[in-house]
């Protein structure tokens, strides 16, 4: 199947500047020849364009750089929807995770059950009134249900995802009222806890299982879910998080299941990276995923 890359320069989405050159680390990281020795044809169409805001964007809400955002998230889901429109696979590169907005807009119209595995140190599960930073990649996750600022759902329209879908992986820093609505939700929820406990495998196979039902399914990869000493090069690093080899049996095992649809790879920060880590670190996971076997 063909592959399209879109890159995203996008770091507005929270406080750290830098992830905004998470497209180019991950291209120079050698993205594209990877998957290509890998025989896939693959196009790299290039970077959404962000605005660059000049002044201090005068914020009407506890939501930080809500237009910008809005902005590229409007312009991520048409081109997101013309990849999947054409028969091709989207491949996303980040940014900070405010664009896994754009992306799940631009795909969940194409399927009836979109499934998402959201590997991740944190749920992104906040909404406007809930974040205690105001920082939206705090929130991709509920804006896709439909819950938050309606500037940012009526993305989805009559698209959201619906709760039975998701599944999370490596979590392990929620908000309260990420927790509490985690608690009253049919979200899937496998944290650090559950992955020491079953194993990743088991961990794969049960979430897999759980979105079998689906006709596709969307994987959004957080550099952080990863532990922060395989994936330094993240604005929000917290201790105790999935290995380097867990995540590539992760990613492994989605590839033998041939049912990843698209995927985008977040928050690389190149500033805060050790020469260009986390980035390798990305470009290796997509090795993985896309089929690159040790023998
Ligand atoms: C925090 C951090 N829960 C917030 N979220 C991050 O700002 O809402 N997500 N870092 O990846
Ligand atoms: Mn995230
Ligand atoms: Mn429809
Ligand atoms: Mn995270």
Same mark, same amino acid.
């Given at each position: ?38 025989s ?22 506890? &939501? *930080?750089?809500?237009?910008? +955002?809005?902005?590229?998230?409007? /312009? @991520?889901?048409?081109?997101?929807? $013309?990849?999947?429109?054409n ?6 590169f ?53 819950r ?12 959201? &995802? *619906?709760?039975?879908?998701? +599944?999370?992986?490596?979590?392990? /820093? @929620?908000?309260?009222?990420?927790? $509490? ?34 006709d ?55 500033? @805060? ?6 980035a390798?670190?990305?470009?290796a ?8 076997k040790?023998?």
């Amino acid at each position: 199947k063909a592959i399209s890359i879109v890159g995203v320069p996008m770091d507005l989405g929270q406080s750290r500047r830098g992830v905004d050159m998470g497209p180019s680390a991950i291209r120079y990281a050698g993205a594209v020849e990877r998957i290509e020795n890998l025989s896939y044809a693959i196009e790299d169409c290039g970077d959404i364009l962000i605005e660059r805001p000049t002044e201090k964007e005068a914020s009407p809400s506890n &939501l *930080k750089h809500l237009h910008t +955002v809005v902005n590229a998230s409007l /312009a @991520l889901k048409r081109t997101v929807s $013309e990849i999947v429109e054409n028969g091709k696979f989207p491949l996303v590169f980040g940014g900070d995770h405010s664009i896994a907005i754009g992306s799940l807009a631009g795909i969940t119209p194409h399927y009836e059950q979109l499934g998402v595995i959201w590997y991740d140190a944190h749920g992104d599960l906040n909404t406007e009134e809930t974040s205690p930073s105001g920082n939206i990649h705090g929130m991709p996750l509920s804006v896709a249900l439909g819950r938050g600022n309606k500037q940012l759902t009526e993305l989805f329209q009559d698209h959201p &995802l *619906k709760e039975e879908n998701i +599944v999370l992986i490596g979590v392990r /820093a @929620l908000d309260e009222a990420e927790k $509490e609505f985690i608690r009253t939700s049919n979200i899937t929820v496998f944290t650090m806890h559950e992955v020491d406990r079953l194993g990743m495998t088991e961990v794969m196979s049960r979430s897999l299982k759980h979105l079998e039902h689906c006709d596709g399914i969307h994987l959004s990869l957080d550099l952080d879910g990863l532990d922060p000493l395989d994936a330094p090069g993240v604005g929000t690093p917290v201790v105790g998080g999935l290995s380097y080899r867990e995540s590539h049996l992760a990613m492994e095992m989605l590839h033998e299941s041939k049912r990843i649809t698209s995927c985008e790879f977040v928050e690389v920060n190149p500033i @805060l990276d050790e020469k260009n880590k986390t980035a390798e670190a990305a470009v290796a996971l997509m090795g993985s995923l896309f089929g690159e076997k040790l023998k």
